[in-house]
């Protein structure tokens, strides 16, 4: 797949951060995505917290895994060390590049397929160990790139575009996260810029296993059975002697409303997301209230998004493992291979 750098022209009076840095210095590549897909928006607000905090762009590492979400690493933070694992294994890979060098800033990006169906015993350990991270999903409920099938987070009786309905329980990743020991917790929407900002820019600062899941819808599969101008239709009735889609750009979807209210979104097929905004004096610091909280307002159709749960007081899994403070790629020989008389006394310490 071809990647277009993006134009290096750019005003010369474009604002800088501490480090002189501009918004630029913090882009990618031009996204290939569909227009108006929320992951583009996502990047934009990446991008965003990480001017806003003055992260050196070297000192970050992104990872992914195989998605729509997965691809996005391009767009963004195109001077960071990036690495794109195989198909739900973003997680593992994350994990031992952190244990190997504890001195960066790991931002794993994954989706709803690639974390809730293959993935998903990969993204329990890594939440369970502690791993000094911001792992963000781009939860749009479908597989994008397969054509959209339902994603194992797709609502129970939510329709496809052939209005099929879903007959399966969905999986709550926000749920998952607080069950298994996330220290930062958090859900928003692609579109509300103001609120995601400061999410990631707190997952970014803490230490410890801070998650985000974030809505974002996709806009190539709003199309319905039964039309001509389908996708289907036009490929059942088409020889064609290549395969070539073409999306029509969609207008981004955005959302501004005040903490503690309810707001209906609605969405290019028609359909409406039902988000709750939390309140300013609701307490993020208990698990188990914010377990409820979540259970309670699902059973009233509404989406929860804001910072559900943190843990002021958190660590991460080298201070579990007991693990060396400097990265392995600047220790000597010595101290890596530390000889034959140490691994006997280990060995003897297991018997």
């Known amino acids: 797949m071809t990647f277009l750098p993006k134009p290096k022209l750019h005003h010369p009076k474009l604002a800088s951060n501490a480090l002189g840095f501009t918004r630029r210095d913090y882009e990618g590549s031009i996204s290939t995505l569909c227009a108006g897909c929320g992951h583009d928006s996502i990047s934009a607000a990446i991008i965003h917290a990480c001017f806003e905090l003055d ?99 797709a609502d129970k009786g939510a329709k496809n575009k052939r209005g099929v309905p879903n007959n399966d329980e969905p999986i709550d990743m926000v749920s998952m996260a607080l069950q298994l020991g996330a220290t930062y917790v958090g859900r928003s929407f692609s579109g509300d810029k103001t609120q995601l900002v400061p999410l990631i820019k707190g997952a970014l600062t803490h230490k410890g296993a801070a998650f985000i899941d974030c809505i974002s819808p996709c806009v190539a599969f709003n199309n319905h059975e039964g039309s001509t101008k389908s996708f289907d239709y036009v490929r059942e009735h088409n020889a064609a002697v290549n395969f070539l889609d073409v999306f029509e750009g969609r207008d981004e979807i955005t959302a501004d409303y005040a903490p503690g209210t309810v707001e209906l979104v609605r969405q290019h097929d028609g359909t409406y997301l039902k988000l709750r905004k939390i309140a300013n004096d609701y307490d993020a610091t208990d698990r188990i209230s914010a377990m409820n909280f979540l259970q309670t307002h699902h059973a009233r159709g509404e989406i929860v998004t804001g910072l559900l749960y943190v843990d002021p007081d958190a660590e991460d899994m080298h201070a579990a493992l007991g693990t060396a403070t400097a990265p392995l790629n600047g220790m000597s020989d010595e101290a890596l291979v530390p000889g034959n008389a140490a691994l006997a006394k280990l060995n003897a310490s297991l018997r």
Do not use: W
């Open 55 to 153: 992260l050196p762009p070297h000192r970050i590492a992104k990872l992914s895994g195989i998605g729509c979400s997965s691809k996005t690493p391009t767009y963004f933070l195109g001077n960071s060390h990036g690495f794109n694992s195989v198909h739900g294994r973003m997680p593992s890979v994350l994990t031992g590049a952190n244990l190997a060098n504890r001195e960066l800033i790991y931002l794993g990006v994954s989706g709803d397929g690639d974390s809730a169906s293959i993935g998903f015993g990969q993204f329990a350990h890594s939440i369970r160990r502690g791993v000094n991270m911001t792992y963000i999903v781009e939860n749009n409920g479908v597989y994008g790139l397969t054509k959209g099938q339902f994603s194992a987070t």
